[in-house]
């Protein structure tokens, strides 16, 4: 970090983006750590007086808001949590950037669309199935309203190792049961254009850092794959045979409902960084070689 670098709120800093967005940040930010675990500043977004209270204490230039009540089947369980979290949560730090003037990227998800469509992009119209994608939905639009100049970043699925355990990581989920030599069941037919981390994370800090950036942006590759076949190259690459991944069609009464076709065109991101977008294929091998 250079002397007098802006100072940087990463709240839900504790989590699988959230970690990454702190460490990678470092060498352009001051970078503050916030959310509900012990490291960093102690924040619940649900509390408008306490996220005041953090605003007031660390002043920040930009925020980034990537807490929120992230599991689709979680949220569909408990739909009133959900909306506290994820909405209403939004809103109060929202608010706070507004009245403070600090920038704000916050991170949405491809679960705004119901999957129907072959692609989206960064103007195509929500229309979510679940319980998650209607709060994300409800959030873009609460926080565009009261700060226009925010930016949503939306992401389909991002790949990689959590840099410490307990995260959503999907990566560690996968690579657990291929330990344990059990079978991944997966989807063959949902398809998410994947990102892995690190490149997701230098793109969100590029956002925070281009002050004219504003509105949607997809940060995903540049083509889908199914989720039955980023599983299999994902245990491959990791050295285990394809055969632990099965692939599932058809509805799973356990699972909360999720669109088929997840493609988030990453229109605009050129715009900001000049990292290149990369294949689903080469996200899959980036975050395989970060995690070996």
């Not at 709240?11 to 702190?22: N, R, V």
């Not at 949503?152 to 840099?163: C, F, N, P, Y």
């Not at 994370?201 to 509105?215: C, K, N, Q, S, V």
């Not at 294929?281 to 395989?288: G, H, T």
């Amino acid at each position: 970090m250079t002397h007098g670098a802006p100072r940087l709120l990463i709240i839900g800093a504790g989590g699988f983006l959230g970690g990454y967005l702190t460490t990678l940040g470092s060498a352009r930010f001051e970078c503050v750590p916030a959310g509900r675990s012990a490291s960093g500043v102690r924040l619940d977004i649900t509390d408008a007086a306490g996220v005041r209270n953090v605003f007031g204490q660390t002043r920040p230039d930009a925020v980034v808001l990537a807490a929120g009540l992230s599991d689709i089947d979680d949220c569909e369980r408990k739909p009133d949590v959900a909306r506290e979290t994820n909405v209403a949560g939004a809103w109060n730090v929202a608010h706070e950037c507004a009245r403070t003037g600090a920038r704000l990227v916050f991170t949405s998800s491809g679960a705004v669309f119901d999957g129907e469509a072959r692609e989206y992009s960064e103007d195509s119209t929500p229309n979510p199935v679940s319980v998650y994608g209607k709060t994300k939905t409800e959030a873009e639009r609460m926080v565009s309203a009261e700060l226009p100049g925010a930016v949503i970043a939306r992401l389909s699925l991002v790949l990689g190792k959590g840099l410490v355990r307990g995260t959503n990581s999907f990566l560690d989920k996968v690579r657990d049961k291929l330990d344990a030599a059990q079978p991944v069941i997966a989807a063959q037919d949902e398809y998410r254009n994947a990102i892995d981390v690190a490149t997701a994370a230098h793109w969100i800090l590029d956002l925070a850092a281009t002050r004219t950036a504003r509105g949607v942006f997809h940060l995903g590759s540049g083509d889908a794959m199914s989720r039955v076949e980023i599983v299999k190259r994902l245990a491959v690459a990791l050295g285990y045979p394809a055969e632990l991944v099965v692939a599932q069609s058809g509805a799973d009464p356990n699972r909360a409902p999720r669109g088929r076709r997840h493609m988030l065109v990453p229109g605009r991101i050129g715009e900001v960084s000049g990292i290149p977008v990369p294949t689903c294929l080469q996200s899959v091998e980036r975050c395989v070689h970060a995690a070996a």
